[in-house]
């Protein structure tokens, strides 16, 4: 384990599943449609900050197999996730809806977690958290959707895991305000903390990338 906190930025699902106007099945389900355009602008700056100054960025897509065979496990899927998405047909391979977005595009040498099924990126046999150790990353800040399933799974399973997980709530979005304040005001103090796009751009700045 490093002395120091060693820090990465976590990139939950930037697909164009969400930030898709025309192939995103879930972007045309999103309510509020500023808390998106909001998380596009605060995830953008925590990514150009990131880059610029050597913090690691890991992408964290959702790719399934057809039929989503990932999600079955060793029950039949009849509830939550498991169900809904295979009923939805979304996140498959190859579909219009799981290329990177636009702008969000892996740039080189930045890792692509492989292999995970389920809402939290740890989950099925997803390889985030050997990146992670690999790296010697302490501090997780997380961006992405949603903010109350993924994000959420995601910062509860790295407290879990030992993590310091921070959650960059204006990278964040979820479908509706009520869901993404309830987030905010009953989840993540007791899993980590939560801090903006501009905190986190300058301390990149400050730091030299921890």
Do not use: K, N
Request: charged letters at 20%; aromatic letters at 8%.
């Amino acid at each position: 384990m490093p002395a120091r906190p060693h820090a990465a930025l976590v990139l939950i699902e930037f697909q164009r599943e969400w930030l898709d106007p025309e192939h995103g099945a879930l972007h045309r389900l999103v309510a509020d449609r500023d808390l998106l355009d909001t998380a596009v602008r605060g995830a953008a700056t925590a990514l150009a900050a990131a880059r610029a100054h050597g913090v690691p960025v890991v992408h964290v897509p959702l790719v399934l197999t057809p039929g989503a065979p990932e999600l079955a496990g060793w029950t039949p899927a009849r509830l939550g996730l498991r169900a809904a998405i295979p009923a939805a047909g979304t996140w498959i391979e190859g579909g219009a809806g799981t290329g990177f977005a636009e702008g969000f595009r892996p740039g080189p040498g930045e890792p692509v977690v492989r292999g995970r099924a389920g809402a939290s990126a740890f989950a099925g046999f997803s390889d985030l958290d050997l990146i992670l150790r690999r790296l010697g990353v302490t501090d997780l800040y997380l961006a992405g959707f949603a903010t109350h399933v993924c994000v959420e799974s995601t910062l509860r399973e790295a407290h879990d895991r030992g993590y310091t997980a921070h959650v960059v709530h204006d990278a964040c979005a979820a479908f509706t305000r009520a869901q993404q304040d309830h987030v905010r005001e009953h989840v993540i103090h007791h899993f980590g903390a939560e801090t903006d796009a501009a905190a986190f751009a300058d301390a990149c700045a400050r730091t030299g990338g921890w």
